[in-house]
Every structure is written in C-alpha cells, then in structure tokens.
C-alpha cells in the first residue's frame, strides 16, 4: 500500500483513489476493433496526445452512416446508432487537427455513398435533395440558420390557355440542420447553449430534439413562425462539437440534460504537456507528410462496413401485407432494424456488471460531485451499448458470415472502456471546478491579495520569463514577504493561506529557486 504523508489533503486522496478505479489499459488487453485502432493511431500523427477523441471520431462517423439499417433494442423502447460528441480541451492542444483528418475521411465517405445510392435517394424525396450525406458547419445558431425559414416566392403559372400569371407560394428554406451527416460546431461555445437568453432554450430544444430516437417522429424539429404556423426540421444528424472549457459549463451540466445526451470528454491539458506539444510541433516545419493515403485507406474501410452492414440489411425480411396500415408499416421496419444485431449470452449481465463501474467510480465523491455525476449514469449506459453495437459491426467485414452481427461481452468490455474515459474526465474535472466554486468569500478575498501582489510585481517589471514555460513568472518567496506587508499575516498564515488556494497557481523550480504564476482564469 502507498505511504501517505500528512501532505496530502483530503482532496488530492479522493482524486488518486478515482483515478485507479477505471482500468486505462483494458484497450489495449482486449484491442478495439480494427478500423478504429488504426484510425486512432493515424490520427495521433497529426493531433498528438488525444487518442480518446480519435476513437470518438471514428465511432461518430460509423454511428451516422449505419442508423438507418439499424435499431438497438431497449425493452419496448429503441435507439439509433448516432453518437453525439463534445469535446472540451484546452485550446491549442490538437482540437483543429483532430477534425481536418476525421473531416477528410467523413468527406470521403460521404461523396462515395452519395454516389453509389444517388438515385435511392431521388427517387425518396420526390427528386429534391440529391445528396444524403453532407458536413454541416455551424456558423450561425439562429433560429433560421438551423432550422430553416419560410420565404415567398413568385412563380410563374401557365393556365391550359396560355395565360401566364404570378402567384406568391410560400417555400421553406433547410436549415443546416435538416438532413443527414455530421454538424460541426468548432466553437461550441458560441452555440448559444452557454449564455442566459431565450434563445440558449431554444437552441437547447433544437439539439435534444434532434438527438431522440430515430424509430418514431419525435425527432423532428418544430418551429413556430412568429407570422403563424409552423415548420418542421427532419434532422437525422449527428453532433460533433469542439471547445476550450467555458466558464458556464457546470451551470450548464446542471441545468439542462443535453449534454447528458452525449459522449462529452472534458480535458485540461497541463502547461509543460502544451510546452511539449509545441516542442514536438517545431519540428514539423519543413517536413510534407503524405496524408492522403490514410484518408482513402480509412474512407474504404468504413464504405465496406456500411456495404456488409446493407448486405445484412438486405437479408432480412420486412414482414408486411397488403392490409396493413401505414403505422403498422412503419412499425415493421422499426422491428427489421431491430433484428439485425444478436445479442449474445451473458451480454445483459456484462452491460449491468460495467454499468455498476460508473456507480462505484463516483459513490465517494463528494456531495455536489455526486449530484451531478450521477445523472449522466443513465445516458452513459446508453452511449456503452451504441458503442459495443458499433464494435460489433466494425468486426463483421472481417468474420465469416455466420459470425457476423452478433454482439458479445468483449464488445461491451471495448466500449465500456471508452465510456469510461469520457465519464471519468467529466467526473475529475467536476471535482476540481466545483471545489473552486465553493470557495467562501473570505477565502476569494485572501487569493485576491495574493493575485493583486503578482501583478503589481508583474507590471513593476519583476517577474521573469523562464525557458520551456509561458506566462510571467515570479519569486515565490518574493511574493510572500509582499503579501505577508500587505495583509499583515504571519509567515505561516501567509504559507497556509498559498497552500489552501494551491489549485490557482502555477509553480516551477528554476535554478534552485521556485517561482509561481497565477492562473489566468483566475
């Protein structure tokens, strides 16, 4: 057992004791499936350190492509296979990056299959959009931009006669969300979703509509128009958004359940991991890097899952007549899909056994980490199974027939690793946010002084720059003794007081002598 000195806090313990709970290799022992691997691997070339949202990117793109030929049984409920994604990361760390090699490869994928099924897709909607598959980049979050709008237009009508007249017809305009493929927000922060307003609600709405289940109507968007009426958004997309941390984010988990809904991975990367990223980086410069291969090699490979995935789509019988309604139709495709994907023995007890991890993952936190954690529980458990769904069919194109589409433990135990990473970088990152949140005002009033010291000694031009490190660095001791002067506090006051706001510093050892900076979120 670790020896503990009387150092570490009640805090620094809980947060060790988390962190070993959840086994970070288990990947690695069960090897995820092919496709993803590589994917994760080759996309670590170009935005390093973030092998987590590699393998979420990947499954996101499997998820959309396959939703149509496929329903998860849920008792006498269902879901789809969309994945909605939100990945909160420091900026500068690989974010960009990320997405310019999973947007080619999404490209890639999606041209092929609008291709190939171009005239399925004609013929489905009356010969409107020719395209199924498209990137939907968010620049806009009004109403209009994702919803759509309604415009008149004059149109030209010609009676049997000859007679031409001009009536005005009403038209709706698509918003980006309508259709299917991924919406790109890389600036999530600016969703609307983050501020205090009526249209945050709105915006809110819109995106939790859009995530309900696929087999039924409730995903659909309704918009009421402030000149009457409404208008309708048939969104089957799926959510890939990016961002630095905002500063609302717990509020915002709090409050509302939308990002409940999603594989949400929150990191804040440490300053001497972004020193390196950008030691790593300089030597990039000068240096082409064939990446368009990858991008082909990787876009076939998900083209020939969808392709075996249709292929076992096709197999199976719609069980229909002449008689029935067109609701019992529509139900007996919901049952097609549902029959796709086997379920193997003891798979129900595995999803219970992992689904428990996240319960014991989080029972000793704190209170208000607790609260909050544990209603992501439900929807996590959701994500675990879409995942080992995916798992199952990423598999089939490299298994006999007769082995294909059948889901076991091991696909649960891959997906329940990835889950598990998500839900423990929210969980750590709620400890650490809400336990700076409970500071009393007495104690935000002690790191005041401390903060108004450093940059006073900042501007007096006292601090230094130290190589390898960013920001302005100053004497630890030197600011102290100020502090001590200021607030006229004993030298142990003075120490307990650094030592009970340590989260909020920086602090580096250089040539024997410690220097701090203080956060700039703080």
Aim: with cysteine.
């Amino acid at each position: 057992m670790k020896n503990i000195d009387n150092n570490f806090n009640e805090d620094e313990l809980l947060e060790e004791a988390m962190r070993s709970q959840f086994d970070e290799t288990r990947d690695t022992k069960l090897g995820l499936p092919k496709i993803v691997e590589d994917y994760a691997n080759s996309a670590g070339e170009v935005s390093r350190n973030n092998r987590v949202p590699a393998i979420l990117s990947a499954y996101s793109l499997l998820g959309q492509i396959c939703k149509e030929m496929i329903y998860i049984p849920k008792g006498r409920g269902t879901e789809d296979t969309r994945l909605h994604v939100i990945w909160l990361q420091t900026s500068g760390t690989g974010k960009t990056e990320m997405f310019n090699f999973t947007g080619r490869v999404t490209q890639y994928v999606f041209d092929a299959l609008n291709e190939r099924y171009r005239d399925n897709v004609e013929a489905e909607t009356g010969g409107g959009r020719h395209n199924r598959f498209s990137i939907h980049a968010v620049k806009s979050t009004t109403d209009s931009a994702l919803v759509g709008k309604m415009i008149i237009e004059d149109v030209t009508v010609t009676d049997d006669d000859g007679n031409t007249t001009y009536e005005k017809i009403p038209k709706q305009l698509f918003g980006g969300l309508e259709g299917d493929g991924l919406c790109v927000y890389d600036e999530f922060e600016y969703s609307g979703v983050f501020k205090q307003s009526q249209h945050k609600q709105e915006v809110v709405m819109y995106l939790n509509t859009l995530m309900n289940t696929l087999a039924g109507e409730n995903y659909r968007i309704t918009r009421q128009l402030a000149e009457g009426g409404e208008m309708y958004c048939d969104s089957r997309r799926s959510i890939y958004a990016t961002s630095y941390i905002p500063k609302t984010l717990t509020q915002v988990i709090a409050e509302t359940g939308l990002l409940q809904r999603c594989l949400i991975y929150i990191r804040e990367v440490p300053i001497s991991e972004q020193n390196e990223i950008r030691r790593m980086l300089s030597y990039d410069y000068g240096t082409i890097s064939d990446t368009q291969t990858p991008i082909n090699k990787f876009g076939d490979a998900f083209i020939e899952i969808y392709e075996t995935l249709k292929q076992r789509y096709d197999a199976e019988p719609l069980l229909i007549n002449d008689n029935m309604t067109e609701s019992q139709l529509k139900e007996a495709e919901v049952i097609r899909k549902k029959n796709i994907v086997t379920f193997g023995k003891g798979v129900d007890d595995t999803i219970n056994n992992e689904t428990n991890k996240f319960e014991d993952f989080v029972h000793d936190s704190r209170p208000a980490v607790l609260e909050i954690a544990n209603n992501f529980i439900t929807r996590m458990q959701v994500s675990m199974v879409r995942l080992a769904v995916l798992s199952c069919i990423a598999e089939a194109p490299r298994l006999p027939e007769k082995d294909r589409f059948i889901l076991t433990t091991k696909h649960v135990l891959q997906a329940s690793h990835v889950s598990q990473q998500c839900y423990k970088s929210l969980v750590l990152w709620l400890d650490t946010a809400l336990r700076g949140e409970r500071l009393t005002s007495a104690k935000k009033q002690k790191l005041d002084v401390f903060k108004n010291e450093y940059l006073k000694l900042v501007d007096d031009k006292k601090s230094v720059k130290i190589d390898g490190q960013t920001g302005e660095w100053v004497n630890k001791s030197v600011l102290l003794l100020i502090v001590g002067k200021t607030a006229k506090m004993s030298p142990a006051t003075i120490y307990r007081n650094y030592k009970s706001n340590a989260e909020f510093y920086e602090e580096v050892k250089h040539n024997k002598t410690r220097y701090v900076k203080i956060k700039r979120s703080n």
